[in-house]
């Protein structure tokens, strides 16, 4: 037989080349043009003034409180920049900043693989399949705080029985929640536990998405489950992982109700990260002003993360 | 020499067997079309030869080797998927070369490997583009550049036409055909089209409920079906069938319908007098002889012009038939007129078992 190889070269000419032009992709005026629709802006108005209440004015009343010396929720006197250069020159920040980033990494490193691989697993045919996924989820029902009591429990230092199966195994008896790095080894360990569910489900869909023929077409291609993984599912699911990776960041770099109700910060301020900063600073110290500046910052690496986020992970050719 | 040969091959699916013992020889260079209705087997089989289904029993090979349990990776083959299975996020270019990178070619090989397969299909200028900016016509086309970019021994078709739009599916037919021809590579291709299968095959598998119904060249399954399924299933409009007896008088031998008509038939020996038949004739074999005392008298109940020919639907008794006529004619539905056909058009299978009965003419 003969193959491409020895083939002849003839050109089949395509005929439908009119028809098979790739689609003009149609560009946006710039700029747009303004027009008053009365409708139109009747009916988004419910919506502009929900996110005008809820998030455009709470940035704005934020800024204006940063800029001024406040008594409990009353602003004394403005004071300009004073709040913001407390905060850079104080070490409790740059502690907490160096909390954060350790908590919000730490917890990132273990919940992307382990979310990505339970996601894979499920995917598959997995023995008693309904049963393993609602095990999976069940630390996403509890709230935050019985997340935080029930580890507290487990984990504490007298009576916790995970601290006694430690000293059985060990031979001394680990504090888990009361040296400073245990302490958060532990915290990002409990939020893994409390978030991974999340994360796999969201993958999870995405990778059901994906046509059961490109693994098949990758399989005749002779790509093994590593090539079909970095070829096929991984590029498959980039938009959702996307997704996944700004929603669990700013979910960790933000989160306040489980180390609040875990550690409290503590040990030695070991645990205590930025949004931690920012409800110490409000309502334990009553410094609104200088609450506001930490929540204003934070706000900004928020929006930070996303852009980098965003611009890293962007389909190709997008 | 033999290039694919399927021997008794079965498919059970836990205790559902759907594939009954399928056998055929596949010659090298030659073009097969596997065609059936939709759940008659035809991808399952297709997916066993390329190793993406489990054979249960029996023996498929690819040249000489048995490639039951090989990988799809091992069997030398390529598979055009329905959907085309392209990678969405690889450009044309990365997936016509992916076969070969996961075979560890070199990456200037590759390179040569597919702007050879883009310049036979006309793909050069589109190696740079992502799928989602082609039309349908171009993915289709990408997906063969995909399969003949490794020089397989054998190219696998899933219905791979059936997402173009009429027109396009017209010339895309044409292309495939006139590719096979040029690389000259064992195809098999899948297909519930039987104008596909008929216009582009050199042999044509026709399967029914996990068997082989009949296996030929086109227009022997055309002019020979071996039974009522075959002779319905293959050419559009289908095969006219009327059940009746075969009779034989001083006029000659012909089938009574159930309801009195008289069919006409060739002479007939008589021990297949009596016998119970379905009688067949294909729409353009019919002729009006409006003029004729003998000829099957009619009633239009429905007239399509198509411009190059005209469809007519006809009453025979109780049963419903259509005749294809070249020519305009001047029918209106309610008309009685009568219609002809020549005896050696006529088939006959056998009413209990459907099996085409071959009765030699007395002369």
């Known amino acids: ?318 | 020499m033999t290039a694919l040969s399927l021997d008794r091959v079965r498919k059970s699916f836990r205790s559902l067997e759907v594939m009954h013992g399928v056998s055929f020889d596949i010659e090298d260079g030659a073009f097969v079309a596997l065609v059936g209705p939709s759940g008659c087997g035809k991808s399952t089989l297709l997916r066993m030869i390329a190793g993406l289904e489990t054979v249960t029993s029996g023996e498929i090979r690819i040249g000489e080797r048995v490639v039951n349990d090989l990988p799809p990776k091992d069997r030398d083959i390529s598979m055009v998927f329905q959907n085309y299975a392209l990678y969405p996020h690889k450009t044309v270019a990365e997936n016509m070369g992916f076969a070969l990178k996961m075979r560890g070619v070199a990456a200037t090989e590759i390179e040569a490997h597919v702007a050879r397969a883009a310049d036979i299909l006309g793909l050069t200028p589109l190696l740079g583009r992502f799928p989602r900016e082609l039309s349908g016509g171009q993915r289709q086309r990408v997906a063969m550049g995909r399969a003949i970019v490794r020089d397989p021994q054998v190219f696998l078709f899933d219905e791979p036409l059936s997402n173009l739009d009429a027109k396009l599916r017209v010339q895309m037919r044409g292309e495939i055909k006139a590719l096979q021809r040029r690389l000259c590579t064992t195809t098999v291709y899948v297909t519930h089209d039987q104008i596909e299968a008929m216009t582009m095959a050199d042999k044509i598998v026709v399967m029914r409920d996990g068997r082989v119904e009949q296996v030929g060249r086109p227009l022997d399954l055309y002019d020979r079906p071996d039974n009522l399924f075959v002779a319905g299933f293959i050419g559009s409009p289908a095969m006219n069938f009327v059940a009746g007896r075969i009779g034989a008088d001083d006029a000659g031998s012909h089938v009574t319908t159930d309801d009195g008509v008289r069919l006409p038939l060739s002479r007939t020996p008589a021990p297949f007098v009596g016998h119970r038949v379905v009688w067949g004739v294909r729409p353009e074999h019919f002729a009006l002889a409006a003029a004729d005392p003998v000829a099957i008298p009619v009633t239009v109940t429905g007239v399509e012009p198509t411009g190059s020919e005209t469809l007519v639907a006809v009453r025979v008794g109780a049963a419903s038939m259509t005749v294809l006529l070249r020519d305009r004619t001047g029918l209106n539905v309610g008309d009685a007129s009568r219609i002809t056909v020549s005896p050696r058009l006529i088939h006959l299978f056998d009413e209990a078992t459907g099996d085409r009965l071959d009765i030699p003419p007395l002369s």
Not at chain 1, 180 to 189: G, I, Y
Not at chain 1, 201 to 214: F, G, K
Not at chain 1, 276 to 299: C, H, P, Q
């Open chain 1, 1 to 318: 037989m003969s193959g491409l190889a020895d083939s002849p070269s003839v050109q089949i000419v395509p005929a439908d080349e009119g028809a098979a032009r790739a689609p003009v992709r149609r560009r946006r005026r710039w700029p747009p043009t303004l027009r008053f629709d009365p409708m139109a802006t009747l009916f988004i108005a419910p919506a502009i003034v929900i996110v005008f209440l809820v998030s455009i004015y709470p940035v704005f009343d934020a800024a204006v409180l940063s800029l001024h010396r406040t008594a409990y929720a009353q602003k004394v006197a403005f004071v300009g920049l004073d709040n913001f250069v407390a905060l850079f020159s104080a070490r409790g920040f740059w502690n907490s900043a160096v909390n954060a980033l350790i908590f919000t990494t730490g917890s990132l490193v273990l919940v992307v693989p382990l979310s990505l691989g339970l996601a894979l697993l499920l995917d598959r045919n997995v023995p008693f399949r309904s049963v393993t996924r609602t095990v999976v989820v069940l630390p996403w029902v509890m709230s935050q705080t019985v997340v935080a009591l029930l580890w507290a429990w487990l984990l504490n230092g007298d009576f916790g029985p995970l601290t006694f199966l430690a000293e059985q195994m060990l031979g001394h008896r680990p504090a888990f929640l009361s040296d400073p790095t245990s302490a958060m080894a532990s915290l990002v360990v409990v939020n893994v536990w409390a978030s991974y569910p999340q994360a796999t489900l969201l993958l999870l869909a995405a990778v059901q998405t994906i046509p059961q023929e490109l693994y098949e077409s990758a399989e005749v291609d002779g790509a093994g489950w590593r090539a079909r993984l970095v070829h096929i599912t991984l590029p498959m699911i980039k938009p959702t992982f996307l997704v996944v990776l700004i929603q669990l960041t700013l979910l960790y770099f933000n989160m306040v109700t489980l180390i609040y109700t875990l550690t409290g910060g503590g040990p030695l301020g070991g645990t205590e990260t930025l949004a931690v900063g920012v409800m110490k600073t409000s309502f334990e110290d009553w410094n609104l002003g200088r609450g506001a500046a930490l929540g204003l910052i934070i706000t900004a690496v928020n929006l930070l993360i996303s852009l980098v986020y965003v611009k890293t992970l962007r389909p190709a050719g997008k």
